[in-house]
């Protein structure tokens, strides 16, 4: 195809608001040349024709994994990386805790090369902060953000040791290394539900809303003690409506975070796993209608940064356990971009509210440029329609993995074609 690429007739999406009015994109490389002008010399183009769809900046989804969880097939990566831009994901963030951990420099260049040899979706490295997640050595950071590492994380491991966490916050603050932790509590934070009268009727082990918040003051105070030095934390994945509060508190006293949440916790309630649904099975788990709403209202507030898929392919065996044994997680960088568009839909506000959380807020967590519909700007882009529909089924998931919740419902929106730095690496038109 074409290194020139119109794309003609698309509503602009921008961070505020959609166009009423169609526009045309001038591509030339991996950049913008123009919108509604074709720059001098602009010859021989491949034209795409959104037909009056909209056209958003592709999405970044900053919680995904490129290894299968609970089973032998270690590499998902072709599975994953297609899902993603059939979804108009163009940016991943790889999370370390698959099989290898992320943690040696030979396991990022090879993490590295192989995803950039597929020529999809640009895949950003989270090393591991400690040596093998365990949270008691910290790994080679330096070493590992020579290599490619952007940022380090536990992922969903929490450090036991204050002590310990405090010297990595120090540590990668000298280097000026991004941090990314979720905020669970080592003690409170086993379970499988989230504590009260639910957990408690099926016998099932609880997580308090507290698993989250202590372990968010700890943050908070050993980020203060720092003052200056303190270095830049995305706190991944919240789940309650305290935690919303706490982050909102902590920004407006002057320090340096941002924070995502999972997009199924936007969606879905405690309730929702019935009898013993292991679909319905997260870390951290699904919370109350209030603890929703409070998160919702945050996106549409820009207290959270970010909606994330935390997109895990679980073996079928492993999903397929009792719920206090089964493995947590789902597929779903695929219909980000559907849950985010009900999420408009249910909020009553434009799309480009939802979708500012996949794009103007979270492309500068993964360190790039809030994008603009102007030229010089990168060509990640993806054409959508929003009125219509697809039924997640064998047919339209990508990859080998099918556990999610969604599976079998039907679902707003279809991605017509996706853009990764002027590549098109997914068109149905």
């Known amino acids: 195809m074409s290194s020139n690429i119109i794309i003609r007739n698309a509503r602009l999406v921008h961070a505020t608001h959609t166009d009423s009015t169609t526009s045309d994109i001038y591509i030339s490389g991996d950049t913008i040349v123009g919108i509604n002008q074709a720059p001098e010399h602009f010859t021989t183009p491949t034209t795409l024709d959104a037909g009056g769809r909209k056209a958003s900046f592709a999405l970044a989804d900053l919680a995904v994994r490129l290894t299968e969880k609970g089973g032998n097939r270690r590499d998902v990566m072709h599975d994953v990386l297609s899902a993603a831009v059939a979804g108009g994901v163009a940016h991943v963030a790889c999370l370390p805790d698959g099989d290898p951990i992320l943690d040696e420099p030979v396991l990022i260049d090879v993490l590295c090369n192989k995803s950039a040899a597929l020529g999809l979706a640009q895949v ?25 590492c952007f940022a380090f994380t536990q992922a ?43 957990a408690s009727r099926l016998g099932l082990a609880g997580v ?53 949440v999972n997009m199924h916790h936007l969606h879905l309630v405690d309730t929702d796993m019935g009898y013993f649904n292991n679909q319905y099975v997260f870390n951290p788990p699904l919370r109350s209608s209030s603890d929703r709403s409070a998160l919702r209202a945050g996106v549409l507030d820009g207290t959270i940064d970010a909606v994330v898929s935390d997109h895990v ?53 993964l360190g790039l440029k809030s994008p603009t519909w102007t030229a010089g700007t990168v060509a990640d882009i993806v054409v959508f329609d929003d009125e219509a529909h697809q039924v997640l089924d064998a047919t339209t998931v990508r990859g080998h993995h099918a556990n999610t919740p969604y599976l079998g419902l039907e679902l707003p929106v279809q991605v017509c074609t996706t853009l990764a730095a002027g590549r098109v690496v997914y068109t149905t038109i």
């Open 124 to 148: 950003h490295v989270l090393g591991a902060l400690t040596q093998g997640l365990n949270g008691e050595q910290l790994a080679e950071l330096m070493t590992l953000a020579e290599h490619g």
């Open 156 to 198: 969903d491991e929490p450090i036991q040791n204050t002590q310990i966490l405090q010297r990595a916050l120090s540590y990668a603050a000298s280097f000026k290394l991004p941090v990314w932790l979720r905020a669970t509590d080592f003690y409170l934070g086993g379970g499988f539900a989230a504590s009260g009268a639910y």
């Open 208 to 260: 308090p809303v507290t698993a989250e918040t202590v372990a968010l003051q700890t943050l908070f105070e050993l980020l203060y003690s720092m003052g200056a030095q303190a270095p830049k934390v995305h706190i991944a994945r919240i789940s309650s409506a305290r935690a919303v509060e706490l982050i909102r508190h902590a920004k407006t006293q002057g320090l340096n975070i941002t924070c995502d």
């Open 313 to 365: 392919a679980v073996d079928f065996d492993a999903k397929q356990l009792p719920v206090g044994q089964s493995q947590a997680g789902s597929v779903g960088t695929q219909w980000l971009i559907s849950l985010l568009a009900q999420l408009a839909t249910e909020e009553h506000v434009d799309i480009s509210h939802t979708l500012a959380a996949a794009v103007s807020r979270a492309y500068p967590i």
